[in-house]
């Protein structure tokens, strides 16, 4: 018995350095092989339920730490995994009761409060979530992402762009459904909307730069109208899956206001399909857009339109309470939008004409159906 449980302490320890490393198959490999070795093991099963969790799997992570939590009901780590898994898997109310569990026990766990305050937020509750968030800061949770989620719901001044690790690891975590999820869920054509409307252009282009390229959606269509196409994202398992369907040339993880910056390429096309949305202030973009662009060049995008008159003050969104309206603002979504005569100035003050526009839907949400601008811009 004791060489058996020796033996699971040393794959639990080597599940743990893989959990800490990223490497998080090989926790997962680890940590089984823990708890075959001596099933029931709250640690092994707490970690394991983590693991699971990273690995994009919350069923089987909650199934683990229920487990955990029948045996320790005060286990504050399994407490706060069940509810990252309950809230993964869309249970709202039972993720909120967990929480309510973790922070009757210890009011200072941060993340805990973080996590409340973001499904708050989804429920509506703005006044409650900025609450939480506001206790999430006081208890050392991540100070720039619970500032930007204080300022989703209009109590703090929004920042110019989202916080970048957000960014990565969202669409990190997102990159296996996110095709599936856009299309069929959401009714997502941004793409071809930009497409079509570069076809009818009747024009083939040398080089063309697609933003934001995410899974590569827009490739395929660009690929009959350009003789070569590079992209750049943030999110390192996005851009796997666009290198994998062999339609770019080549492909950078960078931030795209500081690719555009650096680059020495240039293009006489640029496309940007539903990027902007965690772009608040885009004048580094569109000074970088017309930085690269060859003369003739187009720059065609899309922006989540502001309500109200297109000054960027509708109801329910916020920059900072009182402060003049830049253009743009932070929603709760956690999105950006953008107003079309901000977008009219940022294209006459960098050089650009404003060769079309359309309104139009980008996506639903909640099945309705979310306003959308599109542009086509020229560099004469």
Known sequence: MSGT?????????QGLSHYQAGRFGAADTS??????????????LTNLGATRLKLGRPAEALELLREVLA???SNLEALGHCASSLAELGQAHAALDCLERLLALDSSVGHAWSLRGSLLREQGQHALAAVSFRQALDHGADPVLNAYYLASVGQAEAPPVAPRDYVEQLFDGY????DGSLVQQLNYRAPEVL???LRAFGRRFEHALDLGCGTGRCGPLLQ???ARIDGVDLSSNMLA?????GVYAQMAQADVAEFLAGTPDRYDLVLAADVFIYLGSLEAVFAGVAGVLRAGGLFCFTVEAADGDGDGDGDGDANAPGAPDPGWLLRPSLRYAHSESYIRRLAAHHGFEVADTVRQAL???????VPGLFFWLGKP
């Open 5 to 13: 449980f020796e033996q699971a302490r040393a794959f639990f320890l």
């Open 31 to 44: 940590l089984s092989a823990a708890l075959a070795l001596v099933p029931g093991r709250p640690s092994t």
């Open 71 to 73: 045996q320790e009901p």
């Open 175 to 178: 990159a296996e459904q996110f």
């Open 195 to 197: 497409a079509d409307r």
């Open 224 to 226: 009959p109208l350009a």
């Open 241 to 245: 899956r666009a290198r994998a369907q």
């Open 363 to 369: 996506r639903e949400e909640q099945r309705s159906p």
